[in-house]
């Protein structure tokens, strides 16, 4: 199964960055492309059982940089197929992007939002190797395990960490200016990310 081409120098996001991209190209001129990248990408992924395949799909923005796939993603619905998969990935390149700053705001959130703590399944203490690692295995959910599982664990790890935010803003290095308005954003993501679970439990996430 052929994937799209990008050729795009690989462009790394901060954690206050990732859900504010605002791609560049109208979205009703790249919908149709958008939509069969995302059906191909997870098709290809959950039909192979090669673990290099799973891990290389993981890998996708390292090499290709997530602004490749922001061309494509970042202005669909987020109750769809390829607005759930930039949501994914950049969740992911933004924790493996600060790990240290988003450990510590995960623990600062976690005993405020202890079932998200669960379902986030982030190990304790949740240091910024166990977040680059738990980033990774949600991902990775999303094409060797259960699609809406992985949606779900990165809705529970936005909400951790957005707790974590609210509670380290007296801390210089881990405030998030609330001009920027990160939090209500993250918490907006984590909402988005529960109703694409559900559309794909309803088999409408397309």
């Given at each position: ?10 462009v ?6 990732f ?12 919908s ?9 990408l997870?098709?290809r ?5 090669d673990p290099e395949v799973?891990?290389?799909l993981?890998?996708l923005t ?6 490749g ?17 930039w949501r ?11 790990p ?13 939002a ?25 991902l990775?959910?999303a ?8 949606l ?12 974590g935010?609210e ?14 308005h990160?939090?209500p954003?993250?918490s ?18 397309d």
């Amino acid at each position: 199964m052929n994937e799209p081409r990008l050729h795009h120098s690989p462009v790394k996001f901060s954690p206050e960055q990732f859900d504010a991209h605002e791609g560049g190209i109208d979205p009703a001129r790249v919908s149709e492309a958008a939509h069969l990248a995302a059906h191909a990408l997870v098709s290809r992924g959950r039909e192979a059982d090669d673990p290099e395949v799973h891990q290389r799909l993981v890998q996708l923005t390292d090499e290709q940089g997530l602004e490749g796939i922001a061309e494509l993603w970042a202005q669909a619905p987020a109750v769809s197929l390829p607005g759930a998969l930039w949501r994914l990935y950049a969740l992911r390149a933004a924790a493996r992007t600060d790990p240290h700053r988003m450990g510590r705001w995960f623990a600062a959130g976690k005993g405020t939002a202890q079932v998200s703590n669960v379902v986030a399944g982030v190990a304790d203490p949740p240091g910024a190797e166990e977040i680059c690692q738990v980033a990774d295995t949600i991902l990775s959910g999303a094409f060797n395990g259960e699609f809406d599982v992985a949606l779900d664990r990165f809705a529970a790890f936005c909400r951790v960490i957005a707790l974590g935010q609210e509670r380290t803003q007296d801390i210089p290095s881990l405030t998030v200016r609330r001009a920027d308005h990160r939090i209500p954003r993250l918490s907006r993501t984590a909402n988005e990310l529960d109703a694409a679970a559900k559309a794909w439990r309803a088999g409408v996430l397309d």
